[in-house]
């Protein structure tokens, strides 16, 4: 077994600077907050137990937002700057404490997954290590006037980056004396390490795990996280139950009134499972038969809307988000029509999608075949699903 390893997000600060009214870390991105990358590539990340998130009292609301249905701690406030923002996510994690733990800014929301683990396999074998890069630029030393006053030799220089990850209660300590000093100054965790007296290994960062600051950074990412959810898949799913006793159906994840109900291992929600097998297919991630096996006395009864939450989860770990959905329903009856709204709101709210990304329609068979004899119910759903490109 690996050590424990746990992330601290540092998300206070007020980062107004590019523009668009929020803190940079919640403004969106494609379709999402740009922390709820970080979030979300650390909860799902295999070597990470626990993620502390700190972030500012005035963004609460945004926060919850952005974390939704991610398995996270709760999250605590910051402080007046980064450092004590960073000592107050290490304070609570002190209550669990880890054997190392990352420290990542809520504005790089493109590290991937290989950047974490090899900032997990760095600092076991140093205790401290930070992503680096060598510089590109020729760098130059300027005078008051901003005239060239000489050229630095940029070979010994590195460009670093985010997550830092250290030996827990090293850190935790190195923090507690700063504080104690009184010095608050210190802009990264390495710096503050250093002047602890903790040696500090680099490993390769990566060029793409670009820091968010000014509205021009946000252009450049807006491409950036579209072209990097190029790989677009689409999945259909189809299924059918029959008409049995009772006085009600489940579709959609609604709770129909009718005469007659469906019949099923679960609550045969016809809708749903169309849905999922659409999701799943998307992703050539098997059926919903496979991963709820009508045979499971588990799944007796159950309600589909976590067969449904289940299909979603398996995108997000993949990095990837389901773009839209899109469902019909075939039956003579119950009509569909005035629930359909309803259906629609249901459906996004258990995927975590807005409303204009999920279509319900409905027809009949005009009376022909099992349908139109009202001997039960068929749904086709169709899934379009982005993932991260990678081959
Ligand atoms: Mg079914």
Excluded at 58 to 87: E, F, H, I, N, T
Excluded at 366 to 387: D, K, P
């Amino acid at each position: 077994m690996g050590p424990s390893v746990a992330a601290v997000v540092v998300a206070a600060g007020r980062g107004l600077r590019a523009g668009g009214g929020l803190p940079k870390q919640y403004r969106d991105l494609a379709g999402e907050p740009v922390i709820r990358s970080s979030l979300a590539l650390f909860s799902w990340h295999g070597q990470i137990g626990q993620v502390q998130a700190v972030i500012h009292g005035d963004d609460r609301g945004s926060y919850d937002a952005a974390a939704k249905g991610l398995r996270l701690l709760p999250p605590v406030l910051g402080g007046a700057s980064r450092q004590a923002s960073v000592r107050a996510g290490l304070e609570a994690l002190n209550a669990r404490p880890p054997d190392i733990v990352l420290v990542h800014d809520a504005a790089r929301p493109f590290c991937s997954a290989e950047l974490v683990s090899r900032a997990i396999s760095a600092c076991s074998e140093t205790g401290a290590a930070i992503p680096a890069l060598e510089v590109t630029d020729t760098i130059k030393r300027v005078d008051a006037m901003g005239h060239v006053a000489g050229t630095v030799d940029r070979a010994p220089l590195r460009a670093v980056q985010t997550p830092q990850a250290f030996n827990f209660a090293a850190l935790l300590d190195a923090h507690r004396r700063a504080a104690k000093d009184g010095r608050e100054d210190f802009t990264d965790d390495a710096a503050l390490a250093e002047w602890a007296g903790i040696k500090v290994a680099t490993f390769a960062g990566e060029t793409g795990n670009m820091k968010l600051t000014t509205d021009e950074d946000f252009g450049k990412a807006e491409g950036r996280r579209m072209a990097s959810l190029a790989d677009l898949r689409l999945g259909n799913g189809y299924d059918v139950h029959a008409f049995g006793d009772g006085d009600h159906v489940w579709l959609g994840g609604l709770k129909i009134p009718h005469d007659r109900g469906l019949t099923g291992h679960s609550d045969a929600d016809v809708a749903l499972h169309a849905i999922v097998d659409a999701i799943l297919g998307a992703i050539a991630d098997g059926d919903i038969g496979k991963h709820f096996s009508p045979n499971d006395p588990r799944w007796r009864g159950a309600s589909s809307d976590q067969f449904l939450k289940f299909a979603v989860e398996r995108v997000t770990k993949r990095g990837g988000k389901i773009a839209n959905l899109d469902l019909t329903i075939v039956c003579e009856e119950p009509r569909i029509g005035p629930h359909r709204d309803a259906m629609r709101k249901q459906i996004a709210e258990i995927a975590e999608m807005s409303i204009d990304r999920v279509a319900v329609k409905a027809t009949t068979s005009e009376q022909l075949g099992f349908t139109g004899r009202r001997e039960g119910i068929v749904a086709m759903a169709t899934a379009t699903v982005r993932l991260p490109w990678s081959w």
